[in-house]
């Protein structure tokens, strides 16, 4: 009984080096990425790890914390602004491997108001009263001073002559889904996001779009950070298929690349 007993635990010690770290490792990205592609860039995600077997973990947030975390250490191995500042900041800050970078997408900006709201069918040009349309509510977008949604939105509205009167009434908010929030739950009259933010909450309404030519152009450029992983080349490339701009373009993005098969 004593020799059974002792093979067992024998066998019973051997048992960790069975599923020892380098026998059950898996290959991992990380992946930090702009608040707006959440809902796309998860379904992309789960395509990919479908296919490849590679699980991604994605941080959500505004470009600007997202870069500052990269520049600060934080291990990323893909970085996905919504604009082209961040992207830049980043690379000026030695973050990025800069031979990698690409401008992925292109988004647009719209007004919109909560569901039941008696706003609609807002015309946005020159000299637009957006002050006045607010009422005694707020405006909600991501902070002009950093969130690329809201330095769009104040881009806009100074080239049309509405930003100094309607300032005021401006609620900051950390990201553009954080404002998309504040709207859907009534906290604000209303907002000024992506159009594909829009699509996906159906407690607001798009009440009008802002001209294309009223702000710089919106484009999500994409990059491998300096200390990436190797497999990183494969996911960027998968970005870049056809498979993924049927993905993204059904959330409302503008594919601004040739896809590869």
Known sequence: MKRVAGLFLAFAISLPALYSPAAAQEKALTVFAA?????????????????????????????????KQIEQGAPADVFISAD??????????????????????GNSIVMIAPKDSKIDNVNIGAGFNLAKLAGDGKIATGDVKSVPVGKYAKAALEKLGSWQAAEPKFAMAESVR?????????????????????????GVKVVGAFPADSHPAIIYPVA??????????????FLRSTAAKTILEKYGFKFLLSPTT
Do not use: F, H, Q
């Open 84 to 105: 082209t500042d961040w992207m830049d900041y980043a690379i000026g800050k030695k973050s990025i491997n800069e031979p990698t970078r690409v401008n992925l997408l």
């Open 224 to 237: 491998a950070t300096t200390t990436a992983k190797p497999e990183t080349a494969d996911y960027l490339a």
């Open 35 to 67: 608040a707006s592609m959440k809902n796309a860039l998860d379904e992309i995600d789960a395509a990919y790890t479908a296919r490849s077997g590679v699980r991604i973990t994605v941080s959500y947030a505004a470009s600007s914390a997202l870069a």
């Open 178 to 202: 954080a404002a998309l929030t504040l709207v859907a739950r009534g906290e604000a009259a209303l907002g000024i996001v992506y159009s594909t933010d829009a699509i996906i909450e159906p």
